[in-house]
C-alpha cells in the first residue's frame, strides 16, 4: 500500500521524465543516430582498407555455381555451396593482394600497349578469337566496325579494363619469373641427377628389432626433446563444442513420389523420336550413351532391356534405392542401344527438407533460453561431442564440412549456432570451449613426445651396434654372416630417385651412396625404417655432354615451371602475413 502511494504521489515528475525522455529520442531519431548505431559493417571485407563488396562477391559465386551446375547439370549440396563461397571470398582478396602488388611495383600498361593489343600484328586471344578469318589473319575491317559502332562504346571499355589487366598481371608473372632463371649449372646437375644410375649391395638391419624393453627414457630426457621440439607439437585453434543433429534422408514418401515422377513420364519417354534430347531434358541421373552394347556385357541389373520390344519402355525397377526405366531403342543381333531414364531419390525440399529446417530453429530457439541439454532430452534428440581445429574442414563425426568449421569460428562460448545445413543432416552446435593456438601441453603430447624419443634412441642404439659389428667384419658377406643375415641387392637406382628396391623410401642412403666409389663398402648409414651398409657394384653416370639441345630445353623449362609454381605457393601466404585483412562475412552473411 505504501508503495502505490508513493508512485501516486510521483506522477507528475514521473510524467515529466517521460516527456523529457520521448523529446530526446525524438531529437536523436531525426538525426539518424539510431540508424548509424544499428548499422553493421557496409562492405563483406577490406584488404589493406580497400574494399570488397557484397554485389562482386554474389557475381563470383554465382559464376561458380552456374558454372558447376552447367558442367555437372546435378543439384549442388549445401557443404558444396560453403565451399563455392570460401573460394569466392579467398580468390577475391587474393585478387586484391596482387593489385596492390602491381600497383606499388609501378607496373602499368600505356595506351599504345593497349592498342596493340587490339589492332596490332599479334593481338590478344579474345580479339583473335572473335576476328580471326580462315587464313588465320584477322578481319581488320570487321575489327574496326566494332570498336567504331556507338552501340559497342561500353563493352570496349569493358574489354579495354580486361585487357590492361591481363597484361599487368602477365608482366607482374616476367618480373617474377625474371629472378628466377635456371642456369647451365642448374641444367647440368638435373641432367646428371635423373640420368645417373647404380647398382648395389647391402645388408638391412631394421629399427623394429630393438624392442622397447631394451630402451630406457628418463623424464628429463622427454622433457628436454619436447622443449628442443616444440615446432612439432603445435596446433591452430581448435573448438569443442556439442550438437544434436536430424537426418536429411530421404523417407520412403519421398521415395514413392520419385518413383511416380518416373512413372508419369513413361509414356512419353516411349513416345519420344529423340531419345538423347529426352534424357537430357527430364536430367536423368543416367547419361544418354547411345551406342551399342552386346547383350552379354549388359550388366545384371540392366537386364530387363533385353526382353523389350524396340521402342518400348519397361516398368520402373528399383536399383539401390532409386528407380529406373529402361527404353530399348533398335536391337542388331546380340547387341542392343537404349536408354535410361532414372533420378536418384532425394528429400522432398519442402515436405523434407523444411520441416527438418523448422524443427532445427525451433530446437535452437527453445535451447537458448531453457538449456541445450534440457531441450535435446526434452525433444529426445542425441548431444554428441567434437572437436574441429581451424583450417582443417574434416571434423570427426560430421566429416568434412567449411561451413560448420566457419561459424565455429566465430561462434563464442556457450553461445548456440543457427541451424547449419550439411550434405546429409541438419545440425545445431553449442561452443564448449575455444582453445588458442600455441605450443600444446606437455601433458598433452606426452605419448607423442615418448615415441619420438624411443624412436630416436632405437635409431642411434642400432647404429651403434651395426658400427661395432662393422670393425670385426669390414666386408658385407662377413657382416651378414656375422648378423644371421643374407646380402641382398638392388639395382637401377636412380639419383634423383626416392625407393630401394625391397628396402622402401630411404633419400638418406641413396645420397649416400652417389657419394661412394664402385667396390667401397660404407660405415653403417642411418636410414628412415633401418640402418644400412652399402657396396656398390657399378655406376652408370651420365655424361653432361652427351645432352642433345631438346633435353637442354626440356629440363630448363621443367625447372623453371617448378621454381614459379614453388614460388607462387608462397607468393600469396606471404602478401596475406604482411596484409590488414577485415572479413565481414559473419556479419554481413548471418
Do not use: C, Y
Given at each position: 500500500m505504501g508503495v502505490m502511494e508513493k508512485m501516486r504521489n510521483s506522477t507528475a515528475s514521473i510524467l515529466w521524465i517521460l516527456i523529457f525522455s520521448f523529446g530526446v529520442l525524438w531529437v536523436l531519431a531525426d538525426t539518424q543516430v539510431f540508424d548509424a548505431m544499428s548499422v553493421g559493417p557496409r562492405n563483406l571485407g577490406t584488404v589493406n582498407g580497400e574494399e570488397i563488396s557484397l554485389d562482386e562477391y554474389n557475381q563470383r559465386v554465382s559464376n561458380y555455381t552456374d558454372q558447376f551446375s552447367q558442367q555437372s547439370g546435378r543439384t549442388m549440396t549445401p557443404e558444396m555451396r560453403a565451399m563455392y563461397e570460401n573460394q569466392a571470398w579467398e580468390d577475391l582478396v587474393a585478387a586484391r593482394l596482387i593489385e596492390q602488388k602491381i600497383n606499388e611495383l609501378g607496373i602499368t600498361v600505356t595506351d599504345s600497349e593497349l592498342m596493340e593489343m587490339v589492332t596490332g600484328d599479334n593481338p590478344a586471344p579474345f580479339i583473335r578469337e572473335q576476328f580471326q578469318q580462315e587464313d588465320g589473319t584477322i578481319d581488320q575491317i570487321a575489327l574496326r566496325a566494332a570498336i567504331e559502332s556507338p552501340e559497342n562504346s561500353e563493352i570496349w571499355i569493358m574489354i579495354e579494363q580486361q585487357l590492361r589487366e591481363n597484361r599487368r598481371q602477365q608482366k607482374l608473372n616476367n618480373f617474377i619469373s625474371s629472378g628466377m632463371q635456371v642456369s647451365s649449372m642448374d641444367i647440368r646437375n638435373?641432367?646428371?641427377?635423373?640420368?645417373?644410375f647404380a647398382d648395389i649391395e647391402y645388408v638391412r638391419f631394421p629399427y623394429s628389432e630393438i624392442s622397447n624393453d631394451e630402451i630406457t627414457v628418463t623424464e628429463d630426457e622427454l622433457r628436454d626433446y619436447y622443449e628442443n621440439n616444440s615446432a612439432r607439437f603445435q596446433r591452430n585453434e581448435t573448438y569443442q563444442f556439442r550438437f544434436v543433429s536430424w537426418d536429411k534422408t530421404p523417407t520412403a514418401e519421398d521415395t514413392t513420389n520419385t518413383v511416380q515422377e518416373i512413372e508419369d513420364l513413361r509414356p512419353a519417354f516411349e513416345d519420344a523420336v529423340n531419345d538423347s534430347l529426352f534424357v537430357l531434358r527430364y536430367q536423368s541421373a543416367v547419361p544418354y550413351r547411345g551406342s551399342f552394347v552386346s547383350i552379354d556385357e549388359i550388366r545384371d541389373e540392366y537386364r530387363p532391356v533385353v526382353d523389350l520390344e524396340e521402342g518400348e519402355v519397361s516398368e520402373v525397377v528399383m536399383i539401390n534405392g532409386d528407380p529406373f526405366v529402361f527404353k530399348k531403342i533398335e536391337q542388331r543381333g546380340d547387341e542392343i542401344k537404349f536408354a535410361v531414364l532414372s533420378y536418384g531419390v532425394e528429400a522432398d525440399p519442402i515436405g523434407t527438407i523444411d520441416r527438418l529446417a523448422e524443427e532445427a530453429e525451433e530446437f535452437q530457439f527453445y535451447a537458448e533460453s531453457d538449456g541445450f541439454e534440457e531441450e535435446a532430452e526434452r525433444r529426445e534428440l542425441e548431444v554428441q561431442q567434437a572437436t574441429a581445429t581451424k583450417d582443417t574442414p574434416f571434423i570427426p563425426g560430421l566429416g568434412a564440412s567449411e561451413q560448420t568449421l566457419r561459424i565455429l569460428e566465430n561462434l563464442r562460448e556457450n553461445r548456440i549456432s543457427d541451424p547449419i545445413e550439411l550434405d546429409n543432416v541438419f545440425i545445431v552446435a553449442q561452443m564448449l570451449e575455444k582453445t588458442p593456438e600455441g605450443t600444446r601441453p606437455f601433458e598433452e603430447v606426452r605419448s607423442?613426445?615418448?615415441?619420438?624419443?624411443?624412436?630416436?634412441?632405437?635409431?642411434?642404439?642400432?647404429?651403434?651396434?651395426?658400427?661395432?659389428?662393422?670393425?670385426?667384419?669390414?666386408?658385407?658377406?662377413?657382416?651378414?654372416?656375422?648378423?644371421?643375415?643374407?646380402?641382398?641387392?638392388?639395382?637401377?637406382?636412380?639419383?634423383?630417385g626416392s625407393n630401394i628396391s625391397g628396402a622402401g623410401r630411404e633419400l638418406r642412403v641413396i645420397g649416400a651412396i652417389f657419394d661412394m666409389e664402385v667396390g667401397e663398402t660404407s660405415n653403417a648409414i642411418q636410414?628412415?625404417?633401418?640402418?644400412f651398409v652399402v657396396r656398390v657394384t657399378n655406376f652408370d653416370k651420365a655424361d653432361p655432354s652427351e645432352m642433345t639441345s631438346a633435353d637442354e630445353s626440356e629440363i630448363r623449362n621443367r625447372l623453371e615451371q617448378q621454381k614459379f609454381t614453388s614460388f607462387n605457393?608462397?607468393?600469396?601466404?606471404?602478401?596475406?602475413?604482411?596484409a590488414d585483412i577485415k572479413d565481414n562475412r559473419s556479419q554481413i552473411l548471418r
Open positions: 638435373e641432367f646428371i641427377r635423373a640420368n645417373s607423442q613426445v615418448e615415441n619420438a624419443v624411443r624412436t630416436q634412441k632405437r635409431k642411434e642404439l642400432m647404429a651403434s651396434r651395426v658400427s661395432e659389428r662393422l670393425q670385426g667384419n669390414s666386408d658385407l658377406e662377413s657382416l651378414a654372416s656375422a648378423s644371421d643375415r643374407e646380402v641382398q641387392s638392388a639395382s637401377d637406382i636412380r639419383m634423383n636410414g628412415e625404417n633401418a640402418v605457393e608462397v607468393f600469396i601466404e606471404r602478401l596475406r602475413e604482411g
